[in-house]
């Protein structure tokens, strides 16, 4: 019975996504004509190709921003190492996403653009890069590729699959939990538990937000020379900021430059709008900035250096000894990932709305209670001053961030690759 009233949701989801398609195309056009689709590219969202499929097996790995896609990296460069016979394809769905990954992949990977999820879409994708097996990152639940991809054979897998509190409300409710359920029931991996998928395809092998890659500083981007020049100040990060948060840190900035002029904030906004408006507030206010996008000097002058670029956030956080993450500080935010802050050896500091990243922060305090600090926006100030003027303390909880991370991310994508190995590709791909 169950089954049945998931089909006939799906069915009515599909009739009034194929009776959207001619809106959801105008919408995409709107959407190019905004800057928020690739101005050449944005085709792909229909279906269309832009690269043609080698021949052989291939495996699309799907995920639909910047912080999902960094995760399916390791797990990528894997599959290639492993099974050199097999394509891989990788899409998203952000325009910012897309800039930054398409940095970080091997370059024998063919990067593409998701299908949106109306039926026309669909078809004509799979029908096109016809894979032998779908590896969805997190929480893509989209139920046209899925059935589409059943009815095909195409072996699914659900990798570091979670889903926020808000996420799971909608899910459950009555008219919408059947069609979960009919979804979840086509994927043969998921990793690890969601919603009612049968117990039999879920299993854990970690968290692949914490396989991100030690970096160094690079020599042709400036960062080896902004390191120099900020040898000799007191510094501290407020990254992955939100709309609003960066009042929250102007406070906090304005508080400690009483207490150490010479300090240098580093801001780096989650998304560019909000960094073009924190850059106005600084300005309007008196406070001296210097943008990471013109290259300009540190002079002892400036107070403030404002990231406005993207896909740098890991190679910055070596340049500072204290990481403050946001997205964490105010009613409604849900955290971001604080792994990349602890691998490059900072303090770590975050807020308390921390959504679905809550679960990293407690195993990292479970394991070392000084890896990361939890604080409110008004107590940061008090926290920040402890860490200037206690070197010791700052050394303690800088290596106790690097060493919970390192604790728990030992073995996670070799972990993740044995399962996928087991029930997607060696059923699907044979070798």
């Known amino acids: 019975m169950a089954r049945k009233k998931g089909e006939l949701i799906y069915k009515i989801y599909r009739a009034f996504s194929y009776g959207l398609s ?23 969202r229909l279906g269309r190709p832009s690269l043609p499929r080698p021949a052989g097996p291939l495996v699309w790995f799907h995920a639909v921003s910047l912080g999902e896609g960094m995760a399916a990296i390791p797990v990528i460069k894997c599959c290639l190492t492993r099974r050199p016979d097999v394509t891989v394809l990788m899409t998203s769905t952000t325009l910012s996403a897309f800039e930054v990954i398409k940095k970080e992949l091997p370059a024998n990977v063919i990067y593409q653009f998701a299908p949106v999820d109306a039926p026309a879409a669909v078809e004509a994708f799979l029908g096109y890069w016809k894979p032998n097996a779908i590896i969805l990152i ?3 639940l989209w ?3 899925i059935i589409g991809a059943a009815k095909n054979g195409i072996a699914l897998a659900l990798l570091n699959a979670r889903i926020s509190a808000k996420s799971f409300r909608y899910w459950s409710l009555p008219v919408v939990l059947p069609l979960a359920a009919f979804m979840l029931s086509k994927f043969s991996l998921i990793v690890p538990l969601l919603l009612q998928a049968p117990p039999l395809v879920i299993n854990f092998s970690g968290d692949l937000k914490y396989a991100v890659e030690d970096t160094t500083l690079a020599g042709d981007n400036g960062l080896e020379e902004l390191q120099e020049q900020l040898k000799h100040r007191k510094v501290w990060m407020a990254s992955s900021l939100h709309r609003g948060e960066d009042k929250i840190m102007l406070r906090v900035h304005k508080a400690l430059k009483e207490i150490y002029p010479d300090m ?9 709008e909000v960094g073009q408006e924190i850059v106005l507030e600084l300005q309007r206010k008196g406070i001296s900035v210097a943008l990471r996008s013109h290259s300009d000097k540190l002079s002892l002058g400036a107070e403030t250096y404002v990231v406005d670029t993207l896909g740098e956030l890991r190679e910055l956080y070596r340049l500072t000894p204290i990481a403050v993450i946001g997205g964490s500080f105010l009613p409604g935010l849900a955290g971001h990932n604080i792994s990349e802050a602890a691998v490059a050896g900072c303090a770590v500091l975050t807020g308390h709305y921390l959504g679905h990243f809550n679960h990293m922060v407690q195993e990292m305090q479970r394991l070392s209670p000084s890896s990361v600090l939890q604080v409110s926006g ?15 303390l700052l050394e303690t909880r800088r290596a106790a961030a690097k060493q919970a991370y390192h604790a728990l991310s030992s073995g996670v994508v070799e972990n993740m690759w044995r399962l996928v190995q087991f029930h997607i590709l060696d059923k699907s791909v044979p070798m």
Do not use: C, Q, Y
């Not at 008004?378 to 010791?392: G, N, P, R």
């Open 22 to 44: 001619p809106m959801i195309n105008l919408h995409l056009r709107w959407r190019k004509f905004r800057g928020l689709e690739h101005p050449k590219r944005w085709t792909e």
């Open 138 to 140: 997190e929480s893509e």
């Open 378 to 392: 008004d107590m940061l100030v008090e926290a920040l001053i402890e860490l200037f003027s206690d070197a010791k």
């Open 264 to 272: 240098l904030t580093i801001i780096v906004p989650r998304h560019l």
């Open 143 to 145: 139920p046209n590729l």
